[in-house]
Each structure stands twice: as structure tokens, then as C-alpha cells.
């Protein structure tokens, strides 16, 4: 089982971190959303937070049904940012009897190719690893997926989540990722009845703006929406505003 957290009583909410983040990053969405009726849990995936990574393939998304299963969570709204949307998308896929809705925030589009400004930060991150540079590995992420003007706290919040994902991963090499079920099968995504918000904010990266837009395009019950104020971290950049989104679409997941 993963390492979660969890608030509530009611239907259920997973929610599943961007991956320069960890479970952490919904505390403050933990408690409204308790307050408003539900169950929320929020995970750690391999290798962020309180969740080792392992050598060998892994999916992430096998795990989170796992975690679900071992919850007695038989059917929840899921709820991703970034990395974590394209997990969401993937237990969606793999298992969609057990998705009730999902909310996919920033997420990477499969078949999309990565822009240049995308492709630089992929390759300064990696660079800084190669380099043994862990302190500047997070200056790097920090720089590249927060806003300019952000304000400290949320540099250092995300800075501190980071670190200790570079920690646990280069503490585990021989970790690998397991087969992508939507790069075999990229026709499971027109078939996926699953009531879908897909959102990205107006200031993030281009990739995960045409991302969302795409998957907004592709799933059957899919719409799109544009976060104002935010980048790509809408649920730490702008909380407010993002709690205002996920309780329209949970409120019309109910009904």
C-alpha cells in the first residue's frame, strides 16, 4: 500500500501529486474537501515522500488500484496535477470501473512532443544530477515550475518536496518504469467513458496547456478549462481558485 493521507467521510477523492511534489501538496485541499462530505485521500507515489522507489519496472498507476483496493475504496473521483494527472489517466485506463471522475490538472498529452523550453529543463535537471549537483538539480525545478514573483514559501515548500524525491530516486538506480498501457493501446482514450475535467493554468508551459486541450478533445466526456493566475502548480499557485473548480465538478459528479 502506498503511504497516504486521508480526511473525511463520504464518497471518495484521490488525489495524486505533480511529480516534483508529494502527498503533502493537497494538505490544504484535505481539509475542505472533508468539510464538503467526502473522503480524500492523497497518495505517495515510488520514490516521492514517504514512498521508497524500488528497483526493478514498476507502474504507478497499478499501485494506486492497489491502494485503493487495500482502502476499500471501490470507485473514486480522481483527482492528478502534472505527472500525477497522467497516473489518474492511466488507473482510468487500466481500471475504469473504479474511477467514478477524474480531474486531470496540467497533464502531459500521450503522443505529444516535448517543446524546446520543456526539452531545456529535462536537460539542465539532468546535467546537475550528472554533476552530483543535487542543490542546483532543485534550483532548477524550482525556477522552471514556479512563476516569477512566487513567493518564497511556495519556493521552499516545493524545493523541500524535491529534494527528497532526488534523494529516494538516485538512492534506488535500478528503478524502472513498467510498459505505458496508453502507448500500447492509445485507442483506450476515445473509448474512456469517464466524466473528465481536464484544466491547465493560463501561465503554464505550452506542452500541458495543448495537453489538456487535447485530452479534452479525445476523451468522450471531456471538457476544458483555464486556470487564471496560475502555472503549472494551479493547486499551490492558486488554491482558491482551484478549490472553486473541483467543487463545481464534484458537485456535478454527484448529481
Known amino acids: 500500500m ?34 464538503a462530505g467526502f473522503r ?21 498507476w497499478e499501485d494506486v488500484v492497489g491502494t485503493m483496493r487495500d482502502l476499500e475504496i471501490n470507485r473514486a473521483t480522481v483527482v492528478g496535477n502534472s505527472f500525477g494527472a497522467a497516473v489518474a489517466l492511466r488507473v482510468a485506463a487500466v481500471a475504469p470501473a473504479a474511477v467514478a471522475a477524474m480531474a486531470l490538472i496540467s497533464p502531459p498529452a500521450p503522443g ?4 524546446a523550453e520543456l526539452q531545456a ?17 532543485v534550483k532548477v525545478i524550482v525556477d522552471a515550475w514556479t512563476l516569477p514573483g ?39 482514450l476515445e473509448r474512456l467513458a469517464v466524466r473528465t475535467l481536464t484544466a491547465a493554468g493560463e501561465y503554464d508551459m505550452p506542452d500541458f496547456i495543448q495537453g489538456a486541450q487535447q485530452l479534452a478533445r479525445t476523451l ?7 486556470i487564471a493566475g ?25 448529481g
Open 2 to 35: 502506498l503511504p497516504y493521507t486521508e480526511a473525511g467521510e463520504g464518497d471518495a477523492v484521490l488525489l495524486i501529486h505533480a511529480g516534483i511534489a508529494d502527498r503533502s501538496m493537497w494538505n490544504e485541499h484535505l481539509e475542505w474537501l472533508a468539510r
Open 40 to 60: 480524500a485521500v492523497a497518495v505517495d507515489l515510488p520514490g516521492f515522500g514517504e514512498a521508497p522507489a524500488h528497483a526493478g519496472p514498476h507502474a504507478d
Open 112 to 115: 505529444l512532443e516535448p517543446s
Open 121 to 137: 529543463v529535462w536537460e539542465a535537471e539532468e546535467a546537475a544530477l550528472e554533476a552530483g549537483d543535487i542543490d542546483a538539480a
Open 150 to 188: 512566487a513567493p518564497d514559501e511556495l519556493r521552499q515548500r516545493i524545493a523541500t518536496m524535491q529534494r527528497r524525491a532526488f534523494e529516494l530516486q538516485l538512492a534506488c538506480p535500478d528503478a524502472q518504469e513498467a510498459p505505458d498501457p496508453l502507448e500500447q493501446h492509445p485507442e483506450v
Open 220 to 226: 468522450p466526456d471531456a471538457r476544458y478549462v483555464t
Open 230 to 254: 496560475a502555472g503549472h502548480l494551479a493547486p499551490l499557485e492558486t488554491p482558491e481558485a482551484f478549490e472553486r473548480l473541483l467543487r463545481e465538478f464534484l458537485r456535478g459528479a454527484d
